[in-house]
């Protein structure tokens, strides 16, 4: 299948950007490396980099991938097209940290090409802190309206607005942290912006993303875990595991495109464990963080209302 | 909305089902005791059962529920059908050991009736070791035939391939385990049979499940574990975590039609783990266990053919 030169352009900048996230996050861990993993399979090509038992982080992983092929029904639907066949690259990234006091982090960008000549960007960036900080939410939001601004200060408040809907446990009613943006099937001309302009945005959000989580890591890395935490940790980790297996469209598509399993799967959390009925205790710290997973939360303007750990 | 005669006779039984499993899983034990946890959802009623932390079963469920609603269109996607309502009544339970050398075990039998005036049971029974040993696979199939052969002939060959095809990850190309058997839709007069006939079989199955599991426990209780079985004891149970929220239409059907998700997700592992990559030695007994996740074996006439550990 053809792909269009903006597609080749596109997916070598998405290329460089992991490089320059993999940089980021070794020199944010400290002695963590992660390491490359090139694959190519039916569909393409892509380079999965993993990180293991850092001193931070537990377990990350920065995915690129080109991949085209044709539409299945299954991609059809997931899609939403009738169009025959897609190009698709992006870089995907989630890291696990080893301490319960430092978030989950994911971003995302993308870029698609069908045959029937639509073409649009996707991504997102969300952190799930498995105790959720008022003030840290509220500093992750300001900073992704900034960046958000330089572009249009139209994307912002749809981008949170879509990410509070996206990044949902229906079946628990509850949000998978404090959100962040998301956007889909995005296509320059619909705003004051083109083809390039959306491209930059992509790699500021991937740059934006480690130094936003090097800020939470610096904030957290020497406050003292107990056994307490590692088990509220281990439970918020198996919401994870439900929302990516469950909900995520992503998952979905690089699983029924036939894409490489242990690389999609990259962001399963080292462990998570489930208890039946696991309920905190009232008015403490793990309670409280139930009570901020809620869509519709305003966390530029959120007052902490007396809530302090 | 009406539910038959039928509907609530078979829900009574399987009710009294339940109870029989409880009490035959918690003398298998020795020690563990099954806690109740009735609920009330729009959809209906149900009682959890679970056994948490017992001296050979980690975590346990069993579950009864009697529901109906609405076909949604989520529904009638998962049903394939056009009925506006269903009534479904079953038992559903599965097993986590302590340790790694007994299996993972799940027994589900089912009772639906549609506003369409159709109706139908399904259900089935599959083991998962975390190591398979061929003689225990050998043992678990020809229980399953026997039990199948004393309704009809038919079943055994129908269901068991049935399982093959239905207990499967397809992005891990491995069958989540040894199979067992697996109905979806069978209405008893499409077989010399009636409908006391197939909720006999149901019960026969239920009541046999425990049973097979005991045998099992015998066998392995006393063998020692290591660091080593029981890291690969947790990387099986995350495929069993894949398995559950990727394909199970029981778990789907049940968060879809708004089922009480702390019941529906008793299924989950108390703790599983994801390493990238995670690949056993050649010719280990772990590597051994891969090659025998795969659909068509016919465990009856299996010849180990030298597998021992």
Redesign the interface.
């Known amino acids: 299948m053809i792909m269009s030169v903006t597609f080749h352009q596109t997916a070598k900048t998405f290329s460089q950007l992991q490089e320059s996230m993999v940089k980021q996050f070794e020199a944010a861990d400290g002695s963590g490396t992660f390491k490359y ?1 090139p694959w190519e399979k039916e569909i393409g090509t892509g380079i ?1 980099s ?1 990180l ?1 038992n850092g001193s931070i982080i537990e ?1 990350a ?1 920065v995915n690129f991938s080109k991949v085209s092929g044709p539409c299945t029904p299954a991609l059809q639907n997931a899609l939403q097209t009738k169009a025959s066949t897609y190009s698709a690259t992006g870089v995907s990234s989630i890291i696990h940290p080893q301490s319960p006091w430092i978030p989950i982090i994911h971003m995302n960008v993308r870029y698609f090409e069908l045959s029937d000549g639509s073409a649009w960007f996707g991504g997102g960036i969300d952190l799930t802190p498995h105790y959720v900080i008022p003030e840290d939410a509220r500093e992750f939001h300001i900073s992704l309206k900034e960046l958000c601004d330089r572009y249009t200060e139209q994307f912002y408040p749809k981008f949170k607005e879509w990410a509070d809907r996206y990044f949902f446990l ?3 009613n509850e949000t998978r942290g404090v959100g962040g943006i998301f956007f889909d099937r995005i296509q320059a001309s619909d705003y004051p912006l083109n083809n390039e302009a959306m491209t930059a945005f992509c790699c500021d959000l991937g740059n934006l993303y480690p130094k936003l989580y090097a800020r939470l890591i610096d904030r957290y890395r020497d406050q003292w875990v107990s056994e307490r935490e590692k088990q509220w940790q ?1 439970i918020r980790r ?1 919401r994870y ?2 929302f990516n ?2 909900y995520d469209r992503g998952t979905q598509f690089g ?1 029924a495109s036939g894409g490489n ?2 690389s ?3 962001s ?10 696991f309920e905190p205790n009232q008015g403490s710290m793990e309670a409280e963080t139930l009570t901020l997973l809620r869509k519709g939360i305003d966390w530029i303007n959120y007052k902490a209302d007396g809530i302090s750990y």
């Open positions: 993993h999965t993993v293991q377990k992983g229906p079946h628990r281990h198996s595991v439900e297996l469950l699983l399993a242990e999609i799967l990259i399963m959390p080292p462990q998570a464990n489930w208890f039946y009925n």
